[in-house]
């Protein structure tokens, strides 16, 4: 009973340091391919979610090196289109 307890807690603890991004991709966006020099992300693939109006900064989703799901603006000199699988 006290294991089923001390798992419960720390699966509540990571789902709430999960935060708002959480480990899956969102179901929206256009892939694409973000430098690796606009931050440290684990691969390069991830989801354009958003355009600035001025079109300089872009939302992507990318996953960061501990495999969480991250979205961040970044310039857009650094996303690249892909093709979907």
């Known amino acids: 009973m006290r294991v089923r307890r001390t798992f419960g807690l720390w699966l509540a603890l ?3 340091l999960a935060g708002p991004t959480g480990c899956l991709m969102p ?3 256009t892939p ?3 430098d690796s020099w606009a931050g440290n992300f684990w691969s390069g693939e991830g989801l354009l ?3 600035s109006p001025d079109q300089k900064r872009c939302l992507v989703a990318v996953r960061d090196r501990a ?3 991250r979205q961040r603006w970044v ?3 650094s996303v690249h289109p892909r093709r979907s699988r």
């Open 27 to 29: 179901n929206r966006g």
């Open 49 to 51: 979610l958003e355009v």
């Open 67 to 69: 495999l969480f799901v």
């Open 32 to 34: 694409v391919f973000v």
């Open 75 to 77: 310039d857009c000199v």
């Open 14 to 16: 990571s789902l709430l």
